[in-house]
């Protein structure tokens, strides 16, 4: 289920491992620009697009609302955004739980072992 997926996120990003996966992106996400709060997409919103994020940490007590129609969220997953640190709080911000529980967020991955990477092909 949808909710023992985002209790094995949890579970990996309380022991240090982050989780790469793809989320739709909706026109909400603009909200998050300044401090990374990224609402979820109220029922007249269109997908804009799909987005790849890393997930970091979580945090089951923050509130994220969205302006356009009032709605609020409990529960985020603290994620890392590719678009540089001007976005959202140095390029950090807050993905609903939501999102992985109405499956806007789907293919998690999480690296184990660091044998499973060939490093050589990062550039130091």
């Given at each position: 289920s949808?909710?023992?997926?985002l209790?094995s996120?949890k579970?990996?990003?309380a022991?240090g491992?982050p989780?790469?996966?793809?989320f739709?992106?909706?026109s ?8 990374g709060?990224i ?7 269109r ?7 890393v ?7 923050i509130e994220?609302k ?5 709605s ?15 976005w959202?709080e140095g ?7 939501e ?7 789907q293919?998690f991955?999480?690296?184990i072992?660091?044998e499973w990477?060939d490093?050589?092909q990062?550039?130091e």
């Amino acid at each position: 289920s949808e909710q023992e997926l985002l209790n094995s996120i949890k579970t990996y990003l309380a022991k240090g491992h982050p989780a790469m996966f793809g989320f739709s992106v909706y026109s909400s996400i603009r909200e998050a620009e300044k401090d990374g709060k990224i609402p979820f997409p109220s029922p007249k919103e269109r997908i804009e697009g799909g987005h790849a994020i890393v997930a970091v940490g979580y945090d089951d007590r923050i509130e994220i609302k969205n302006p356009h129609n009032r709605s609020k969220t409990k529960g985020a997953l603290l994620i890392r955004n590719s678009w540089g640190t001007s976005w959202g709080e140095g390029g950090y911000g807050w993905l609903p739980y939501e999102y992985v529980l109405r499956e806007l967020a789907q293919d998690f991955w999480t690296i184990i072992k660091k044998e499973w990477i060939d490093t050589g092909q990062f550039i130091e």
